[in-house]
């Protein structure tokens, strides 16, 4: 099964964004050999910065989007969301991809299911 995740709002202040790692992290849990593909875009692209320090006992996505990365899946980041917001493809979790719009357009067409949150 090929599952693409799209992420739409910000790291922290909602968990729209966490609860899409989350379902990304268990969809690969309940089957390794799952294809799964998360673009980040619009205020997610700070999903993927490098570096995020989050107080003791709160979530922290670039833990878990390191996770996700261990287990092969792949994860992108709009660039024009990115330059919109000053974030440098250096800043992003090594193994966080910069995408583009045909990107995802090319992970749209190839997924069996696209969530969005």
């Known amino acids: 099964m090929k599952y693409l995740i799209i992420l739409n709002d910000p790291p922290y202040g909602t968990e729209r964004s966490y ?5 990304a992290t ?5 089957d390794a050999n799952a294809d799964i593909r998360v673009f980040l875009i619009g205020d997610a692209v700070s999903c993927a ?22 287990k092969k899946a792949s994860i992108a980041c709009c660039g024009s ?15 966080v ?7 995802l357009a090319e992970w ?3 997924a069996t299911k696209v969530l969005t949150f």
């Open 108 to 110: 749209t067409a190839e």
């Open 81 to 95: 969301c990115m330059d919109a917001r000053g974030i440098e493809e250096l800043s992003l979790i090594s193994g």
């Open 26 to 30: 268990a969809l690969k849990k309940n």
């Open 49 to 70: 910065i490098a570096g995020q320090k989050t107080p003791d006992g709160y979530y922290n996505l670039e833990r878990m989007i390191r996770g996700l990365l261990v």
């Open 19 to 23: 609860n899409g790692i989350r379902l």
């Open 97 to 103: 991809a910069r995408g583009t719009m045909g990107l």
